[in-house]
Nanobody, 117 residues
């Protein structure tokens, strides 16, 4: 059974940090690109960061560059999103996504991140 389970969300003050984790099972993790998306109320889901299956390439949305860092551990079948210098506009539900580059992708259930004073 394929599963992606996110954890690490919560409430944090502006300028604070959170580390999201995504634990995978049931598929060949190492062959999948790992991505983090987010969706705020009333907005479309947006791609925040991605880490290629080869492990050689990462990409970030302009809004999070130099603040967020994506990583992955193929042995643990996990992906992470370190979020620093958080802003209120980072408030959203964050989703883990695995994509094989062709026609197969999986989604987690999402974890809420709230940045508020």
């Amino acid at each position: 059974q394929v599963r992606l389970v996110e954890s690490g969300g919560g409430v944090v003050q502006p300028g604070g940090s959170l580390r999201l984790s995504c634990t995978a099972s049931g598929f060949a993790f190492e062959w999948f690109h790992m991505r983090w998306y987010r969706q705020a109320p009333g907005t479309e889901r947006e791609l925040v960061a991605e880490f290629s299956a080869t492990g050689r390439q990462t990409n970030y949305a302009d809004s999070v560059k130099d603040r967020f860092t994506i990583s992955r551990d193929n042995l643990k079948m996990a992906a992470y999103l370190q979020m620093n210098a958080l802003k209120p506009e980072d408030t959203a539900v964050y989703y883990c996504n695995a994509f094989d580059g062709r026609n197969t992708e999986y989604w987690g259930q999402g974890t809420q991140v709230t940045v508020s004073a």
